[in-house]
């Protein structure tokens, strides 16, 4: 018996879109699927080929070719071709949790349906791996991991193979490719399929017929080094070693079976075994002494040992970043829920829209996508693309509210707020009201009066075809004047504009409501021609508070927070900072001539606005910054940032046109809490606890890894720093890393976006060498540099529980879901100019409604109510995220899912720590 197995696994990479777009990677998919098809029909010996994992390029080529369909799936069947479970490769870290999962969703079920899916989380170039992967590849029915990037040698015992246990202590088997990557094999198949890649004078063509010894005894040759390193770290996968054939974009080469029946008789150290990933970690777990021997590892993936982990990444293209959490949200707690209230009202649920706006959306959180390491155009592409599966969620949610409306016979005055968790809960709504007077009141049912506050005001005016802004400070010179829309022809637009208008207002508003889980409740709009907005305007007044905090602001923009509940106040509370960024599209760096703040404050002003239950702070400021990288050139940037009071949250709304290249902007909130050893934030349906001075930065300075392992982190809607008595966080919307800095460890830098010139940049402070992305040349990207309007959304919020933290940082994440039925502005909601069909659903009598109302959730976090794959009974998914376990009361579940929908025949109404739950309600 021959003491070595190395395992061939012919394979591509496939990214669909980087330094091309998705059209320019089409044109070579279809030619390597038309070679693959047309391979095995010619060869029925044909070895198995890996497409990179992912079901999406099935769809792109069907797309083309539906008259392929009997053909494809036959060399699926057969696992000639090898696809799944992923729909795309996706990011790990600027992605949610419940999008991950959706990746392999609809990434299996597709494969599935066309004969069979891979069963292996296979990640060969993901920029780092969350800690709570392995939870949600075990729960998706996949035997293990094989991942690249992010490994270190402590991390991985110096082991091929370990044990990954997940934040919630799900263990899931787990190879790593170390240094070597899913490239490992293919330079001894490059260097004989290619000439340019040769490095013989006499290179003959690829031929596995009449050349397949030669063939053979080279690849040996060339395996014999690549083999040295990796056999060192063998002994955890008891001598198996696995060997990739592919690269990124690398097509199908046709004959290794007769070229490994070759080796295999010239070879007498190693046996050669053709197979795919799966067949590879069978062999591993099917092994008794691998897996009595396997070490446990706990942790993320983030180190750049061997392989650049692009730690940084998370900043780059913010644009991006914030467009793909919105259209998350505006899917999984707003449409989701949403069309299972309908369902059960008598609609349609609309699974087919909603699988294709999930495609857009997954399919742009491929690591290159979702990272924003692409060129302008291919960035451009990818928010086309998630404009589309926005536009057309918002549009479906649009009917399914007119609809119900319509069932409930509500006239022009209606408002109808939905709660869209399965939970009684008190909603913050920030709503716009459309009216034709400045003023109005809202009631609800029982005709008592809803207070509400004024965060702004727009006049749309008629007559001038002009929009007035804060027309609830200043006026709008308003007089009601006869019909002003022309007489003539009715055309689209016309025909929607109130007769007897000059012009219309849009407020919007802030108020809290109560609403029972999965339901609704009904107020009434009605307009008034007095004043009714208890407002209070102030110019250059410096504070505001309420019955827990006070701000105010000194004329250098000092800011003070007063934490009433202690009476401890915080100096330099808020700050904003700027410095160079010397980077590329994957990574941060100061600049080699000057890292410091580079910023200077020229002037501001502030004004107040006290408004019934809320507090507005606004602060106009200029600042000079310069133009470009290592510039002495100076341009004026200018920045509001209004901070709203709002009960127990300091929300934060920061605008700016962005005037300088090659920078980047953080805002720092300093906290009462003081050298602790931990950050916590949330990441993949677990509250991650990082330490803070990360004993791998310095390693890794010291070692010359290829990546400096920066302490700067990543989050999905939250960052915290905690002490017993307190925790003080910070919710995010798109804005996806902090870093906690200070001479005491007591600030958290949040970072707003980096402004960058190149794809890639040579020699960077944390990552030595060559360009990430694009080496040839300096691949110029412009539009990554951002000079665009930009709105950043962010709240702070201070209290003694983290966990209540984190079920709040999600909920204020989510839309507001409501319709006020009026026909002053038609152009609010996408879609709702259209005349609805006749499909109505029966007539709603409820005037206040509740489907699903979970009594007992505690801190637990819901993150998605759905229908099933198969449609057939409805699903909530929650996670825990305490330190204990919690007990959820079963009487509104009959059963369990997995996060695949499938049934389990155990029914665990216990949900430990930072574990994902997935019940099918009554």
């Not at 119900?404 to 009684?424: K, R, V």
């Amino acid at each position: 018996m021959k003491k070595w197995k190395i395992y061939l696994v012919p394979h591509t990479h496939w990214d669909k879109e980087w330094y091309f777009t998705k059209e320019v990677s089409d044109a070579y998919l279809v030619d390597n699927m038309k070679q693959i098809i047309e391979a095995n029909e010619r060869n029925e010996n044909e070895a198995p080929f890996v497409f990179d994992a992912q079901y999406s390029v099935v769809d792109d080529f069907l797309n083309l070719f539906p008259q392929k369909l009997g053909k494809v799936k036959k060399i699926i069947k057969e696992n000639k071709l090898v696809v799944g479970p992923w729909y795309t490769q996706t990011d790990m870290f600027n992605a949610t949790g419940e999008s991950i999962v959706r990746n392999l969703l609809i990434g299996t079920k597709l494969s599935e349906k066309l004969g069979r899916s891979m069963r292996v989380g296979y990640l060969p170039d993901t920029f780092g791996f969350n800690s709570n992967l392995p939870q949600i590849i075990s729960k998706t029915q996949n035997k293990g991991i094989i991942n690249w990037r992010g490994g270190d040698d402590e991390l991985l015992n110096n082991n091929l193979f370990n044990i990954w246990e997940a934040d919630d202590g799900t263990k899931c088997p787990t190879y790593s490719f170390y240094k070597h990557g899913y490239f490992t094999g293919v330079g001894g198949l490059l260097q004989q399929y290619n000439k340019k890649w040769s490095k013989s004078d006499n290179w003959q063509e690829w031929d596995s017929k009449t050349r397949a010894k030669e063939h053979a005894q080279y690849y040996i040759n060339f395996a014999d080094s690549e083999l040295d390193f990796l056999k060192t770290k063998a002994a955890s996968s008891n001598n198996r070693i696995l060997m990739p054939v592919g690269s990124d974009q690398m097509p199908m080469v046709s004959g290794w079976t007769e070229i490994v029946e070759k080796m295999n008789e010239l070879d007498s150290v190693h046996e050669w075994i053709l197979a795919d990933f799966e067949k590879f970690m069978d062999d591993l777990i099917s092994d008794p002494a691998v897996m009595e021997n396997a070490n446990i590892i706990k942790g993320e993936f983030r180190n750049g040992r061997y392989a650049r982990a692009h730690k940084t990444i998370t900043s780059s293209r913010y644009d991006i970043k914030k467009l793909s959490k919105k259209v998350e949200y505006q899917i999984y707690n707003e449409l989701e829920p949403l069309s299972v209230i309908f369902s059960r009202l008598g609609g349609e649920y609309p699974f087919e829209i909603l699988l294709d706006a999930t495609k857009k959306l997954v399919a742009s959180h491929a690591h290159d996508s979702l990272g924003g390491c692409n060129t302008d155009e291919t960035n451009r592409s990818i928010l086309n693309r998630l404009e589309a599966s926005s536009a057309i969620v918002e549009s479906q949610t649009t009917l399914i509210k007119k609809r119900i409306c319509d069932a409930l016979s509500l006239g022009n005055e209606n408002l109808i707020i939905f709660n869209t968790a399965p939970y009684t809960r008190t909603i913050q709504n920030t709503l716009e009201i459309h009216t034709k007077n400045p003023f109005f009141e809202i009631f609800n049912e029982e005709n008592q009066q809803v207070s509400f506050s004024v965060v702004s005001q727009k006049f749309f005016n008629n007559d001038e075809f002009s929009i007035k802004e804060n027309s609830h400070i200043f006026g709008s010179d308003y007089k009601e004047t006869d019909k002003i829309v022309d007489e003539g022809p009715i055309n689209a637009t016309n025909i929607l504009l109130e007769e007897n208008a000059k012009g219309k207002y849009t407020t919007i508003i802030k108020f809290n409501e109560i609403v029972k889980g999965l339901g609704y409740k009904i107020l009434k709009v009605k307009e008034s021609k007095n004043n009714t907005f208890a407002l209070k305007y102030n110019k250059n007044f410096n504070e505001i508070e309420n019955d827990l905090f006070k701000i105010s602001v000194d004329e250098k923009m000092n800011f003070t927070l007063l934490n009433k509940k202690n009476n401890v106040a915080i100096q330099k509370a808020f700050q904003l900072e700027a410095t160079f960024d010397a980077g590329d599209t994957y990574d941060y760096s100061p600049s080699h001539h000057n890292p410091s703040d580079i910023k200077e404050l020229l002037d501001f002003e502030v004004s107040t606005e006290n408004n019934n239950h809320i507090q507005i702070m606004t602060i106009n400021s200029t600042f000079l910054v310069p133009e470009q990288l290592d510039s002495e050139d100076k341009v004026k940037q200018n920045i509001e940032l209004q901070i709203i009071l709002e009960n127990d949250l300091i929300n934060f709304k920061l605008a700016m046109t962005n005037q300088a290249a090659d920078i980047r902007w953080r805002f720092l909130s300093a906290t009462q809490v003081k050298n602790n050893q931990y950050s916590y934030a949330d990441q993949s349906f677990a509250l991650v606890k990082r330490l803070i001075d990360n004993p791998s930065h310095k390693k890794s300075i010291a070692e010359k890894w290829v990546d400096v392992a920066i302490e700067i982190e990543a989050m999905e809607s939250m960052v915290a720093l905690k002490n017993q008595e307190i925790s003080h966080a910070i919710f995010t919307k798109g804005t996806n890393e902090y870093q906690i800095i200070g001479h005491e460890k007591e600030t958290i830098a949040l970072t707003l976006f980096r402004a960058v010139s190149y794809i890639g940049r040579r020699h960077l402070i944390y990552r030595k060498g060559r360009a990430s992305g694009v080496d040839d040349y300096p691949h110029a990207t412009p539009e990554s540099n951002l000079k665009v309007d930009l709105i950043f959304e962010f709240a702070i919020s201070i209290e003694d529980n983290i966990a209540a933290q984190n079920k709040k940082s999600k909920e204020w994440c989510w839309p507001n879901t409501y319709y006020q039925t009026q026909s002053i502005n038609v152009f609010h909601w996408k879609g709702d100019t259209f005349v609805m069909t006749q499909r109505k659903i029966p007539s709603i009598n409820q005037r206040e409604l509740s489907l699903v109302d979970i009594k007992d959730i505690n801190n637990l976090v819901v993150t998605t109510v759905k229908k099933s794959w198969n449609q057939k009974f409805d699903i909530v998914r929650l996670y825990n995220p305490t330190e204990q376990e919690i007990t959820i009361n079963t009487e509104i579940f009959k059963g369990e899912v997995d996060l695949l929908d499938n049934k389990i025949k155990t029914f665990n109404n216990i949900i430990k720590p930072n574990e994902i739950k997935s019940y099918i309600l009554k």
